[in-house]
């Protein structure tokens, strides 16, 4: 069974710094690439940043800068380090895995991030 848990989430103000976690469990986790995104009270979910299994990321434009995101293979866990914080980037943060060959999306049951002005 796949399993994905994210935490790290709160409330923060304007300026502040947070590191979100997400452990997984049940896929060969090295050889996925993973992915954060994020929705916000009526605004459809985003992208915010991928790492493949080589190490290579991207983020969205409006993250680029102040957001990384990296992963521990030996843990199986990916982080979203988050500084410079927004109220914009307000949202719910999810972690994503899977295979699109193998017909797998999987998301956990994510964490909430609320950046205060």
């Known amino acids: 069974q796949v399993q994905l848990a994210e935490s790290g989430g709160g409330l923060v103000q304007a300026g502040g710094s947070l590191r979100l976690s997400c452990e997984v469990s049940?896929?060969?986790?090295?050889?996925?690439?993973m992915g954060w995104y994020r929705q916000a009270p009526g605004k459809q979910r985003e992208l915010v940043a991928g790492?493949?299994?080589?190490?290579?990321?991207n983020y969205a434009d409006s993250v680029k800068g102040r957001f990384t995101i990296s992963r521990d293979n030996a843990k199986k866990v990916v982080y979203l380090q988050m500084n410079s914080l927004k109220p914009e980037d307000t949202a719910v943060y999810y972690c994503?895995?899977?295979?699109?060959?193998?017909?797998?999306?999987?998301w956990g049951q994510g964490t909430q991030v609320t950046v205060s002005s």
């Open positions: 994503n895995t899977g295979s699109r060959a193998l017909g797998q999306d999987y």
């Open positions: 790492i493949t299994s080589g190490g290579r990321t």
């Open positions: 049940g896929i060969f986790f090295s050889a996925y690439t």
